[in-house]
């Protein structure tokens, strides 16, 4: 599977953005979705994550509360909403789908990436 996102850019603290990752395939709809993130001089750490169904999200204790990630199977689109960011928000942010995982918060969990899109907050 083939993921591309979107939605990146520059966005005032405080404000919203909203991401997106369009998938190719038929098969999106089987796979467990998440997005990480990596900021510079950082590891890559995850964001949130969503199983095939869309019925069950995982967070990051650092965006719980303010992110919200979904999934339209129909469109084959997995989104991540971004609500009061903050300075610490900025990164690359990556999409990724996986065939399986047990928590969906590890990297290795995941079997494709896409190329990653900037989201910075200005403060």
């Known amino acids: 599977v083939q993921l591309v996102e979107s939605g990146g850019g520059l966005v005032q603290a405080g404000g919203s953005l909203r991401l997106s990752c369009a998938a190719s395939?038929?098969?999106?709809?089987?796979?467990?979705m998440g997005w990480f993130r990596q900021a510079p001089g950082k590891e890559r750490e995850f964001v949130a994550a969503v199983r095939w169904s869309g019925g069950t999200t995982y967070y990051a204790d650092s965006v719980k509360g303010r992110f919200t990630i979904s999934r339209d199977n129909a469109k084959n689109t997995v989104y991540l909403q971004m609500n009061s960011v903050k300075p610490e928000d900025t990164a690359v942010y990556y999409c990724?789908?996986?065939?399986?995982?047990?928590?969906?918060?590890?990297?290795?969990?995941?079997?494709?990436w896409g190329q990653g899109t900037q989201v910075t907050v200005s403060s």
């Open positions: 990724a789908a996986a065939n399986s995982y047990t928590s969906g918060r590890h990297r290795h969990e995941y079997d494709y």
């Open positions: 395939g038929r098969t999106f709809s089987s796979y467990h």
